[in-house]
Every structure is written in C-alpha cells, then in structure tokens.
Nanobody, 123 residues
Framework: QVQLVESGGGLVQAGGSLRLSCAVS????????LGWFRQPPGKEREFVAG????????TYADSVKGRFTISRDNAKNTVYLQMNTLKPEDTAVYYC????????????????WGQGTQVTVDS
C-alpha cells in the first residue's frame, strides 16, 4: 500500500510563491513516477507537472511552465512543487500522484493519490 500526503497549501497574494510537499510512504518510493495535478473550482482535474523515477526528466503544463518547478528527494521519499509568480487562475486543490507506468497527462494512469491541498491565490 502506498500513501501520499500533501502539505504546504494556503492563501497567497498574486505574484507570491508557495512550495507544496508530498510525502510518500509504503512501497519503494524510487520506483514511482510522480505527478502533480490540480482541480480548480467547478472544473476537471488537470495535469500540472511530472517527474521520472530518477528525476532526470520533468514535464509541465503550458500554463505553469517557467513558473512552477517539480523536484523529488528519493532519500526523503518526498516530491515538491515550487510555485512562483502565482496567479488567481492557479487557485485549485492540488494533488500529488504516483504510478509505475504512466501517461503524464492522463490522471487515470496514476495508481495512487493524496488527499489534496488547497491553494488559493488572491488578486
């Protein structure tokens, strides 16, 4: 069983920064590809960023490219999402997800999910 627990969400002014963390426990952390998704109010869940097992490859949604950075620390079993220059449209519940063989943007390909953390960006 794999458990994911997000933290670091909150209320921030537009232009500000937040760093989300996701602690992963259970089976071997280093075998999982990891992703961050978000679900804005009244909208469907959308891909934000992903990172491979080694951390050598990352990918981002166009809407966050250049502002968000995903990283992982395999020694701490944790994945991070550094979010800079936040905009009101970044307001959403953010989820981390883990999978062994994933299609980056397809949330159905990730087998494990956290409970989500709210990020609210005030204009």
């Amino acid at each position: 069983q794999v458990q994911l627990v997000e933290s670091g969400g909150g209320l921030v002014q537009a232009g500000g920064s937040l760093r989300l963390s996701c602690a992963v426990s259970g089976r071997t952390f280093s075998k999982y590809t990891l992703g961050w998704f978000r679900q804005p109010p009244g909208k469907e869940r959308e891909f934000v960023a992903g990172i491979t097992v080694s951390g050598g490859t990352t990918t981002y949604a166009d809407s966050v490219k250049g502002r968000f950075t995903i990283s992982r620390d395999n020694a701490k079993n944790t994945v991070y999402l550094q979010m800079n220059t936040l905009k009101p449209e970044d307001t959403a519940v953010y989820y981390c997800a883990a999978g062994v063989s994933v299609t980056w943007r397809d949330y159905r390909s990730y087998g494990y999910w956290g409970q989500g953390t709210q990020v609210t960006v005030d204009s």
